[in-house]
Nanobody, 116 residues
């Protein structure tokens, strides 16, 4: 019954900001690291960032360092991706993910479109 539900995607101009949310159910949320991925048209899905279960450690792909921030609120079973200084190359479908037991569970994806 693991389920991830995303929200917050949309369209924004270059330089703008968006905050994505992902709420989890079916797991003891604080025990698990959470991940953000994205997939642009015609490209492979790529890792964006991750956050440890406690929220004490984060990791990001080089292309978003300094612009994106991952946080979590374990009381709300939610993880967030705050995106700033957005660029057209950030345009993609964004997914949250958790690794639970022997498989990965993904959110439905949310579209982020950044225009010039």
């Amino acid at each position: 019954q693991v389920r991830l539900v995303e929200s917050g995607g949309g369209s924004v101009q270059s330089g703008g900001s968006l905050r994505l949310s992902c709420r989890a159910s079916g797991i003891i949320f604080s025990m698990y690291a959470m991940y953000w991925f994205r997939q642009a048209p015609g490209k492979e899905r790529e890792f964006v960032g991750a956050i440890s279960g406690s929220g004490g450690r984060t990791d990001y792909v080089d292309s978003v360092k300094g612009r994106f921030v991952i946080s979590r609120d374990n009381a709300k079973n939610s993880v967030y991706l705050q995106m700033s200084s957005l660029k057209p190359e950030d345009t993609a479908v964004y997914y949250c993910k958790v690794d639970y037991r022997i498989r990965s569970f993904w959110g439905q994806g949310t579209q982020v479109t950044v225009s010039s």
